[in-house]
C-alpha cells in the first residue's frame, strides 16, 4: 500500500498571519509520526481569485487556469490538515473560497482541523467548517488541534511554540487520518 499524501493547507491569507507558523508545526509532527508524505499548501501562494468560474465545480469543467492548477494540487492528496484562524466567531474566507472553487477533488478524503486565535483556540472557526468539509463528502475526524490565544504561543524567531497539550492531540489527529486514509481508499477508487 502506497503512503498517504498529506495535504496540510494554511487558510489565512492576511499580511501578519500566525497561520504559516502553526502548520509548519504541523508538517513537522507529521513528518516525525511517518505515516504520511507530506506537503504544506499555502493559500497565499496559491493566490486563487474570488470564485469566478461559469460552471458549477460538480461538473469539473474548469475555464481559469488558477481553477485547473488548485484542482491539480487538491486531487493528488489522500487526506488533509486546514490550519485555519477564527474570525468573527466563523472560519476566514479565503478557506471557504479555495473549497468551494472545487468539489469531486475533495470527496471521499478525510479531514482535520488545527485552529487558532484567542481565549477559545478557533473552536467557532472549527464548528462553523465542519459543515462545509461534510457537504463536500469529506470525512471530518473528530480529533482537532485548538489553539488558544496563538500570539501567546509565538517566539521572537517567529517559530509556533506548541503546548504539551497541542502535541498530543496532533498526534492523535495525525493517527486518525492515517486510519481513515487507508479505509477510505477503495471508496475513491471506486467512485
Known amino acids: 500500500m502506497t503512503t498517504?499524501?498529506?495535504q496540510i493547507v494554511?487558510?489565512?491569507?492576511r499580511t501578519g498571519r500566525t497561520g504559516p507558523a502553526v502548520a509548519?508545526?504541523?508538517?513537522e509532527v507529521a513528518e516525525r509520526h511517518g505515516g504520511f508524505e507530506v506537503e504544506l499548501?499555502?493559500?497565499a501562494e496559491v493566490d486563487?481569485?474570488?470564485l469566478d468560474e461559469p460552471e458549477h465545480p460538480r461538473l469539473g469543467r474548469y475555464r481559469h487556469e488558477s481553477t485547473r492548477r488548485w484542482s491539480e494540487t487538491v486531487a493528488r492528496a489522500d487526506a488533509f490538515v486546514f490550519v485555519v484562524p477564527e474570525y468573527n466567531h466563523s472560519f476566514n474566507a479565503a478557506t471557504k473560497n479555495a473549497l468551494d472553487h472545487l468539489s469531486a477533488e475533495w470527496a471521499h478524503k478525510p479531514v482535520a482541523t488545527v485552529t487558532y486565535g484567542g481565549v477559545s483556540g478557533g473552536?467557532?472557526?472549527m464548528e462553523a467548517l465542519r459543515p462545509v468539509l461534510s457537504a463536500l463528502r469529506m470525512v471530518v475526524v473528530?480529533?482537532?488541534v485548538h489553539v488558544p490565544f496563538v500570539a501567546t504561543r509565538?517566539?521572537?524567531?517567529?517559530?509556533f511554540q506548541p503546548s504539551e497539550v497541542n502535541e498530543q492531540a496532533a498526534k492523535a489527529v495525525l493517527d486518525e487520518l492515517a486510519r481513515y486514509a487507508d479505509a477510505v481508499r477503495p471508496l475513491r477508487a471506486a467512485s
Open 41 to 43: 499548501v499555502d493559500l
Open 123 to 125: 473552536v467557532r472557526a
Open 10 to 13: 494554511v487558510g489565512s491569507t
Open 48 to 50: 486563487l481569485p474570488m
Open 154 to 159: 509565538i517566539a521572537d524567531d517567529g517559530r
Open 4 to 6: 498517504p499524501h498529506l
Open 142 to 144: 473528530n480529533d482537532a
Open 24 to 27: 509548519v508545526w504541523v508538517r
